[in-house]
């Protein structure tokens, strides 16, 4: 079994989990921490990562070319069933194209995927989570975003890495796309599935490709394909 780095403060577990790469950390290396002073997520926002959450990264070597396209959907499915199967309480946990993990419509946790290039061949890349436990959710937030911990009784961030490293790695084994189990799972978590939208396209929400892409209906009636974007809701 590959290394768990538990460390106390850093600025960021991807970050760390870069650096490890960069000197040759095995595959399935990870990288946990109490609290991340500069957390992020995607576009380049930061995330508040105080103590109480589960901050946590994942190295993957030498990733197939067909394993990334459809990678943070499959681990916002692996991440949602370890959560699951993890805290008796929570149930019906929401997804979010691309990458984000619902409850009552506000955030709870996110994925977040960083690759590391030589030439046309990805090395390395570095899947990082955030879930939000017990951690204070600023006040700024509470709307849009808020804490297992106000819903259920939660474990102690802790005792969730091994259960939630373990799904996460045998995610990062895959190499294919999703398949039909993948995607009946992404239908039933679908929390755009048929909302109208502003972005990435106007248009209406109707699922996931087998390669991750979101599935807009446009008003003339065709499906657009959309591998990346920002989503809003029209209106």
């Known amino acids: 079994m590959a290394r768990i780095h538990r460390l106390g403060e850093v600025d960021s577990t991807m970050d760390e989990a870069h650096r490890l790469a960069e000197g040759g950390a095995e595959d399935g290396t990870v990288v946990v921490a109490d609290r991340q002073r500069v957390g992020r997520g995607r576009l380049g926002r930061g995330w508040v990562a105080e103590e109480g959450g589960l901050w946590l990264s994942v190295i993957r070597r030498d990733p197939g070319e067909g394993a990334l396209d459809p990678l943070s959907p499959r681990l916002g499915l692996a991440l949602a069933t370890a959560l699951e199967e993890a805290i008796p309480g929570l149930a019906n946990l929401r997804l979010k194209w691309p990458n984000d993990l619902l409850v009552g419509g506000r955030k709870v946790a996110g994925v977040l995927v960083e690759t590391r290039w030589h030439g046309n061949r990805c090395s390395w890349l570095v899947a990082g989570i955030g879930v939000n436990l017990t ?77 991750g892409s979101l599935r807009v209906r446009r008003r003339d009636g065709r499906i657009v394909e959309v591998r990346t974007g920002e989503v809003a809701a029209s209106g």
């Open 135 to 211: 951690n204070p959710i600023p006040a700024a937030l509470q709307e849009q975003a808020t804490a297992l911990g106000a819903i259920t009784a939660v474990p102690a961030p802790e005792d969730l890495v091994e259960p939630v490293a373990t799904k996460l790695r045998a995610a990062l084994d895959r190499v294919d796309p999703l398949d039909a189990a993948e995607l009946l799972a992404w239908s039933v978590r679908d929390a755009l599935q048929g909302q109208p939208l502003e972005a990435p396209i106007p248009g209406v929400a109707e699922g996931i490709t087998p390669a």
